[in-house]
């Protein structure tokens, strides 16, 4: 299954072309109230202004740990969530607080396969009645019948048509995802949104339904927003791949520029965790970055950059300075004081924080070497450090600054050795 294969067909989006969707400042939080008058006390920021533009016939995918709020972006550009702050545009038309009525028309063109294939089927109806019911809320007539329509979906998707009389308990749960597919492509929409739509599959069912999907984007011209864990389901089917941590997008990229050269610091934890299945590299030294702890709390996230408390490369500014998303190379933005593959955007900031400190003591030596290549500030402390002499006033201090610096720096290389 050839990744250039797959994405061969789909024609290269035109340059003044207008985005099928376009999200601007995008926030969503969550109410948190206590006490006998129900007095908010605080709120759960589960996205916190996000910009992104998904293409027309292009597949966007968003990656990111749990509980960084890719789920939740998804029910709030299918609008089944009302944003507390934000606009989203779909084909030109401002839909950001669009009542239900309002919002009805638009369900033929955009469609959600959720997470959870237990949860998002009635257990009370038919599979006949569950995939069926875009039909008869749209007022649909298929051609030959709604019975007809739903047995050759129910067929396209994997299932036999003689499933059409059974009810959801009697299935497994891939088979369930794939009834929530067979539904939300029932009116042939122009884009949908998957919230993790093989998660649920055995592996060798996950290509056929992943290879199912492009074929459907090809012969239906559909625009993909894929929301997933498995990277490698996502470099297959993406153009572009967002990356999300705690709320915020911190990368956004074509697929092989970020696959390539990650330029975050966290997209680069992430991609080292996936398996390389090539049997030559049996017993090699794994070079895979294990972050500190777990994913701080939305309710109270970290200031500054939000990747700071988890980052080897944290100085000063990441915890006093939100980093914007912006354009470091064509087609690649990123939100990070000190990327990676690319120069340091704050070469004077040089002191490491203590949380970078510890972080750093589980990077592998060759990821810190690496770093250490491309950022700025830890090159100039490493000059600064050979080359002591000649040095007086002021610049005594900038150079014994530096080299506690480079000696830090080193000692984080040795315990990753160990």
Known sequence: ??????????????????????????????????????????????????????????????????????????????????????????????????????????????????????????????????VSAPFKLQGVEPEGGVK??????????????????????????????????????????????????????????????????????????????????????????????????????????????LYEAPMHPYTKALLSAVPIPDPRRRGAKSERILLKGDVPSPIAPPSGCRFHTRCWKATEVCRTTEPPLAELKPGQQVACHHPENFEDQQPQDVVLLAAAKEAGELVPDEVLAQSAETSAAVAAAEAAAEDTTGTSGTGETEVAEATEVAKETEVAKETGDK
């Open 148 to 257: 007809k329509e739903v047995q050759r979906l129910l067929e396209l998707v994997g299932l036999s048509p003689e499933h059409y009389n059974r009810y959801p308990h009697e299935f497994s749960g891939g088979q369930r995802q794939r009834i929530g597919i067979a539904r939300a492509l029932a009116l042939k929409p122009r884009m949908v949104v998957a919230d993790e739509p093989v998660s649920a599959l055995d592996v060798s069912i996950q290509a056929q339904v992943v290879n199912l999907m492009d074929d459907l984007q090809d012969e239906l011209g559909l625009t993909y927003v894929i929301i997933a864990h498995d990277l490698s389901v996502v470099r297959h089917v993406s153009d572009r791949i967002a990356v999300m941590y705690l709320g915020k997008i911190v990368e956004l990229a074509d697929r092989d520029a």
């Open 1 to 130: 299954m050839s990744e250039t294969e797959t994405r061969a067909a789909v024609p290269a989006p035109r340059a003044e072309e207008k985005p099928l969707l376009k999200v601007e400042g995008l926030v969503k939080h969550f109410p948190l109230k206590k006490g006998l008058l129900q007095r908010q006390v605080g709120a759960v920021k589960a996205v916190d202004g996000i910009d992104f533009e998904v293409r027309r016939g292009e597949t966007l995918g968003v990656v990111g740990e749990s509980g960084c709020g890719k789920s939740t972006m998804g029910r709030l550009i299918t609008r089944l969530l009302e944003p507390s702050g934000g606009r989203i545009e779909f084909d030109g038309q401002d839909i950001t607080h669009l009542s239900t009525a309002g919002m009805r028309p638009l369900r033929r063109d955009v469609q959600m396969i959720f997470q959870d294939p237990y949860g998002s089927l009635n257990p009370r109806h038919t599979i006949g009645t569950i």
